[in-house]
């Protein structure tokens, strides 16, 4: 989510948006989590880009037949010159006697080199490299109206895995739900390409079809999805006292720019109208900025730690609650799922370990990375973690994610009943619904002694 380029205070890794960013509110580049996602990722790009990767990726080549640009102070150190020129080696090998001449398109290898590089760390769905088309996504995708599908992805175990379909989105409405994986796009295989080839193959202009085959991991089945693109308004809080109760569902869908305010327009909002208690649901909520994660959690405690950072050294510094809170009294159950990524775990891991709120759910996600970004020369970037997240307790995110106190599966069939602009739910709607989490909620709220 910046004078010292650091993405990392409030752009937490998260998993990649399905979405175009179409318009801007001002120029003011919000501190991202991407994170995240939940980010936040690619595959090994084969035995011969990596033979030649570093090189590429910094654009050097050593000897005197071999072409070198870079800065003057990217210095070779003296133990990687072997290195490079393996490197150089491979890189000259390939223009010269790579039969398909038109694929030797130096930009689309040099891309792939960097991405390979970071892919040999092994931290695949978390750090990567952008192309500038994608630094301007990370910049600005928390602002304006989206474009595309509206659903967050990430590459987990070299497979392209959907994190949440966004409230009202093409996707969402499509039936695409949390877990499932991406199979093949319009038909097109994509399980040997990297996170921003799938992602590239699925946006699109709003009123184009894209076809997806998706993979239920639960039961082995796949199906084929047809979207059509379309703008995408964000509604990413909204509340309803539930029918018959004191009860307020404040369902928040992602942690972009404003949320905090928002909520609290709504908490004040919820305490004229008589409510006494809240289910913050964030089911399927993908992430997004830092700053915001801190300022909702800051409703619901007057002190205390949000999360910890933990750096390559493990020094651990702490991010703390802020003041003007508005809801530090009202009891208090989260919901969530395998949706729920990024800033959303911090909130639901920083009202856990306080004791502050009961989780109600399923195991989140698990992105759980501080990354920093590094500029390169040509507008691209590198996305590097350089921090952990950490529960206030000292519990790991990454890849664990957060258990609820009390676990309860959805069923697959079942659609999460949260409120809806323009449209409250009726009595019969929740007496009927299938929703076990938000029923379970209901119950642990009318006997707050239980767990």
């Given amino acids: 989510m910046e004078g010292t380029n650091k993405i990392g205070k409030s752009f937490p890794d998260i998993p990649h948006l399905l979405c175009w960013n179409t318009s801007r509110d001002d120029d003011r580049e919000p501190k991202i989590m991407k994170i995240e996602q939940m980010t936040l990722s690619q595959k090994f790009i084969g035995l011969i880009l990596l033979v030649f990767v570093l090189g590429i990726a ?3 080549v050593i000897g005197c037949q071999y072409l070198i640009a870079f800065s003057p102070s990217d210095k070779i150190p003296a133990e990687a010159e072997g290195s490079f020129r393996l490197i150089a080696e491979g890189w000259n090998t390939i223009q010269k006697r790579y039969v398909d001449r038109e694929a030797l398109k130096a930009q689309k290898i040099t891309y792939g080199a960097i991405s390979g590089m970071v892919n040999s760390l092994g931290d695949t769905g978390h750090s990567r490299f952008l192309t500038p088309e994608m630094v301007k996504q990370e910049t600005n995708q928390n602002r304006g ?61 709003p009123g184009t079809q894209v076809t997806l085959t998706v993979l239920n991991p639960g039961t082995g089945l796949s199906r084929n999805v047809s979207i059509v693109r379309a703008r995408i308004s964000l509604h990413n809080v909204i509340w309803q006292l539930l029918p018959g109760t004191q009860v307020a569902q404040v369902r928040i869908s992602s942690f972009s720019n404003g949320i905090t305010a928002d909520l609290h327009k709504a908490l004040e909002k919820i305490g004229e109208e008589g409510g006494t208690s809240l289910i913050l649901d964030l089911r399927n909520n993908p992430g997004g900025l830092l700053d915001e994660a801190v300022g909702t959690v800051s409703q619901f405690l007057r002190e205390g730690d949000v999360v910890l950072e933990k750096d390559s050294v493990g020094r651990v510094t702490p991010v703390r609650v802020k003041p003007g809170g508005r809801a530090y009294d009202f009891p208090l159950v989260v919901l969530v799922n395998g949706g ?36 390169l020369s ?33 069923p697959a069939e079942v659609i999460p009943l949260v409120p809806r602009i323009g449209k409250k739910i009726t009595s019969l709607e929740l007496k009927e619904s299938k929703d076990v989490q938000l029923q379970a909620a209901l119950e642990l709220l009318s006997k707050p002694g239980e767990k």
């Fill in 58 to 60: 910094i654009g050097l």
């Fill in 145 to 205: 109206r989206l474009e595309g599908i509206g659903a967050e992805v990430q590459m987990k175990n070299n497979r392209l895995v959907i994190v949440a379909p966004m409230d009202g989105s093409p996707a969402q409405k499509a039936g695409l739900n949390p877990g499932e994986i991406i199979l093949k796009v319009n038909g097109e295989d994509v399980s040997d390409l990297s996170l921003e080839e799938a992602v590239a193959r699925i946006l699109g202009p």
């Fill in 340 to 375: 729920t990524a990024s800033a959303a775990e911090i909130v639901a891991g920083a009202l856990q370990d306080s004791g502050r709120a009961k989780i109600v759910g399923e195991k989140t996600f698990g992105t759980g990375t501080v990354l920093e970004k590094f500029a």
């Fill in 378 to 410: 040509d507008g691209s970037a590198l996305l590097l973690a350089v921090q952990e997240w950490l529960t206030p307790k000292g519990k790991t995110i990454w890849h664990r994610g957060i258990l609820p106190d009390r676990t309860i599966p959805l």
